[in-house]
Nanobody, 124 residues
């Protein structure tokens, strides 16, 4: 059982920033692409961002481009999602996921392991 652990969620005012972190076991993390997804109440889970196992390729949903950045520190087995200029519509539970294939993918079914999620709430 591979366990991914997210942290960094919370309550922030619109226009503010948060940084989410996700750690995974070293053997899994080092060769996996890592992704972030989110699910708002009453909505389907949606892709937010992903980064390849080398960190050289990144992808973002159109709704977060220019506001969110993704990075990884393989020495710490951690992936980060820096969220700036947050909007109320960014409110959701954010999930970290690992894709063993190592390349950036955007569909949830392509990910092999998931975290439990962390709540992000943006107030207007």
């Amino acid at each position: 059982q591979v366990q991914l652990v997210e942290s960094g969620g919370g309550l922030v005012q619109a226009g503010g920033s948060l940084r989410l972190s996700c750690t995974a076991p070293g053997r899994t993390f080092s060769s996996s692409a890592m992704g972030w997804f989110r699910q708002a109440p009453g909505k389907e889970r949606e892709f937010v961002s992903a980064i390849s196992w080398t960190g050289g390729v990144k992808d973002f949903a159109d709704s977060v481009k220019g506001r969110f950045t993704i990075s990884r520190d393989n020495s710490r087995s951690t992936v980060y999602l820096q969220m700036n200029s947050l909007k109320p519509e960014d409110t959701a539970v954010y999930y970290c996921a690992a894709a063993l294939g190592g390349t950036v993918v955007t569909a949830g079914w392509e990910y092999d392991y998931w975290g439990q999620g962390t709540q992000v709430t943006v107030s207007s």
